[in-house]
């Protein structure tokens, strides 16, 4: 059984910051592609980013050169780095991970930039 705990959400203003971090449990972390989505009010859960075993990077257009993707398989912790937030980057924000056991979800980070 796998879980995924996020956090590291919050409040932020326009063009502010926020990490998010998700902890995995389970075996062989760095083995599997672990990826962030996001579902705002209204809409569709999107992929925002994903990284491979080995480093392999991946960015929606909408975050490509604001966010930051990356993972510690020492931790068994994935990481999104979030700069220049824009209003529209508001929305939940989970973490993910798909075994051929199943598809991992977390519970979910509160993202919200306001001013």
């Known amino acids: 059984q796998v879980q995924l705990v996020e956090s590291g959400g919050g409040l932020v203003q326009p063009g502010g910051s926020l990490r998010l971090s998700c902890a995995a449990s389970g075996s062989l972390f760095s083995f599997y592609a672990m990826a962030w989505y996001r579902q705002a009010p209204g809409k569709q859960r999107e992929l925002v980013a994903s990284?491979?075993?080995?480093?392999?990077?991946y960015y929606a257009d909408s975050v490509k050169a604001r966010f930051t993707i990356s993972r510690d398989d020492a931790k068994n912790t994935v990481y999104l780095q979030m700069n220049s937030l824009k209003p529209e980057d508001t929305a939940v924000y989970y973490c993910?991970?798909?075994?051929?056991?199943?598809?991992?979800w977390g519970q979910g980070t509160q993202v919200t930039v306001s001013s």
């Open positions: 993910n991970q798909k075994r051929t056991t199943g598809n991992y």
């Open positions: 990284i491979r075993p080995g480093g392999n990077t």
